[in-house]
Nanobody, 124 residues
Framework: QVQLVESGGGLVQAGGSLRLSCAAS????????MGWFRQAPGKEREFVAG????????RYADSVKGRFTISRVNAKNTVYLEMNSLTPEDTAVYYC?????????????????WGQGTQVTVSS
């Protein structure tokens, strides 16, 4: 089992940047595909980015391509989401998730473990 704890959220002005972190427990972190999702008020939880076991493969939602970067450091059991050029539309609770398979998937139902989320608010 994997426990996930997100951090790094906060309030930022439009055009600004934030880096989210997700710390995972357990010795098998490197065997999980990791993903970031977000959920804005009144909307469904949506895929933001995912990364493979080794970090060699990544996948992004079209809405964040070129602005967000996902990365991981397996030795630290941590995955990151670097967010640049933020807009008010990026305001949401951001969740870290772990998938036991080998492919970077984007469906929220395909992820097995979830963190509690961290709030990101972008002011205009």
């Amino acid at each position: 089992q994997v426990q996930l704890v997100e951090s790094g959220g906060g309030l930022v002005q439009a055009g600004g940047s934030l880096r989210l972190s997700c710390a995972a427990s357990g010795r098998t972190f490197s065997r999980y595909v990791m993903g970031w999702f977000r959920q804005a008020p009144g909307k469904e939880r949506e895929f933001v980015a995912g990364i493979s076991w080794s970090g060699a493969a990544t996948r992004y939602a079209d809405s964040v391509k070129g602005r967000f970067t996902i990365s991981r450091v397996n030795a630290k059991n941590t995955v990151y989401l670097e967010m640049n050029s933020l807009t008010p539309e990026d305001t949401a609770v951001y969740y870290c998730a772990a998938h036991r398979g080998g492919v970077v998937v984007s469906g929220r139902n395909e992820y097995d473990y979830w963190g509690q989320g961290t709030q990101v608010t972008v002011s205009s």
